[in-house]
């Protein structure tokens, strides 16, 4: 059983904030979702999948290690950042400050970014 807290579940991104600008993108109707369990962390956006690792620490969430997920063919590992930028990633090791985190909401801070998700 996965012991994450929590953080274990389904994440629905709602909105991308741009710190430089504080432009707001609203993403619910994007369909962009991460799902935690165990130490794997799973991007889907209805277009790609993407797993990945993730380190869980306090108020330090990092994710790192991202491959794309096909099964069929062999899941290969991710070298182009430009496909985690849809999820709010901008690198391919990224380090979160966790700024809220329950049964309900989660927001995740990068150096350029904060995201908002809801458990769904």
């Not at 994440?11 to 369990?37: N, P």
């Not at 809220?100 to 908002?116: G, P, V």
Request: hydrophobic residues 40%.
């Amino acid at each position: 059983m996965s012991d994450n807290g929590d953080l274990d579940g389904n994440w629905q991104l709602t909105a991308i904030d741009t710190v430089a600008t504080g432009g707001v993108r609203q993403m619910k109707e994007s369909g962009t979702f991460w799902a935690f369990q165990f130490d794997m962390l799973q991007l889907r956006n209805g277009i790609s999948v993407i797993d990945m690792r993730f380190n869980h620490d306090g108020d330090v969430l990092v994710v790192n290690d991202p491959y794309i997920d096909d099964r069929p063919s062999g899941d290969q590992k991710l070298e182009d950042v430009e496909l985690l930028r849809p999820y709010g990633i901008n690198a391919l090791e990224e380090h979160f400050h966790v700024r809220c985190l329950d049964s309900e909401q989660m927001i995740l801070e990068s150096e350029n970014l904060i995201l908002y998700f809801r458990k769904f």
